[in-house]
């Protein structure tokens, strides 16, 4: 038995008594019954291989979210030919990580992706690797938002829609992503609720999408952004009437003092409007009797 078994036989996890902590760094993660095996950050058991030398050339540890809880660490090393067929387990402080994704560039440098929970963990990968954490802060936009309908009212039959605007209304530029939730049957940037007659209305559609392309819009204080939606797409309107609908977009904001497409902030902007559906037959009679309908 080498040593790296007998240094690591009684390892089951974290804590735990007579538990052996593993040194700090890279393991290749092991099959087999007879490897060592460490608890990891979320829950799961990893069996663990070799100890490997890594070459760091650059190193990032991003936040994933606005609560700065979950962070993504993205580590640049030599190419690496083996990353198709083995992947990684990076031990910190006696914390476990699983190797996430892996990528490479030409035949120069390599990537390794990792989860990161928490703020207490990712402070100690940051001392481990000598890299900033990068939080995500409010970066304190002000914008004037409504949801107008295209027509001043709608019959049934017809394609329900409305314009969305957003106004910079702020001191200083705001840069956001535009679409990214398109390649679906609907556009699932937008959310919608529906009300008739105080009864909420049934979701037609579904949010399921496979991303789609996104473009970078940078509003300059005092620009408009508009676009248009078919609110027939998640829902049917059949009785006439009034309708009050509450839209939602969601915004993905990132730095617009710089071409960057790194999401520094998440968020919704929102308003409500009311949709009018008039009844063709009341239409008629009001034209038979002179009146503008």
Request: charged share 20%.
């Amino acid at each position: 038995m080498n040593s790296f078994l007998c240094a690591l036989l009684l390892l089951v996890g974290p804590g735990a008594p007579g538990a052996v902590v593993p040194e700090d760094g890279f393991y290749l993660r092991g099959q087999g019954k007879s490897l060592p095996k460490i608890q990891s950050q979320d829950g799961r058991t990893v069996s663990l291989g070799p100890r490997r030398e890594l070459k760091l050339r650059g190193s990032s540890l991003v936040s994933q979210d606005n609560a700065n809880t979950r962070f993504h660490l993205n580590l640049t090393i030599p190419h690496d030919e083996t990353l198709g067929s083995s992947t990684y387990v990076l031990v910190v402080d006696g914390t476990a990580y699983r190797q996430t994704g892996s990528g490479s560039s030409g035949k120069e440098t390599s990537s390794l992706s990792f989860y990161v929970s928490n703020n207490k963990n990712a402070k100690q990968v940051s001392i481990h690797f000598n890299t900033p954490v990068v939080y995500r802060r409010h970066p304190g936009h002000h914008l004037r938002v409504s949801f107008t309908p295209t027509r001043p009212h709608f019959q049934p039959g017809d394609d329900v829609t409305a314009t969305l605007r957003i106004t910079n209304v702020g001191k200083h530029p705001v840069a956001f992503m535009q679409g990214g939730r398109n390649r679906a049957a609907r556009d699932n940037q937008y959310t919608f609720t529906a009300y008739h007659a105080g009864k909420q209305i049934e979701d037609i559609g579904t949010t399921f999408h496979f991303g789609g392309i996104a473009t970078r819009r940078v509003l300059k204080p005092g620009d408009t952004f508009e676009n248009t939606i078919s609110l027939s797409k998640w829902f049917e309107f059949h009785k006439a009437g009034m309708y009050q609908v509450h839209g939602s977009y969601f915004m993905e904001f990132s730095d617009p003092q710089r071409n960057s497409w790194r999401t520094i902030w998440e968020d919704y902007v929102s308003a409500d409007f009311m949709v009018n559906l008039q009844d063709p037959n009341q239409v008629k009679k009001k034209a038979g009797a002179g009146e503008v309908p």
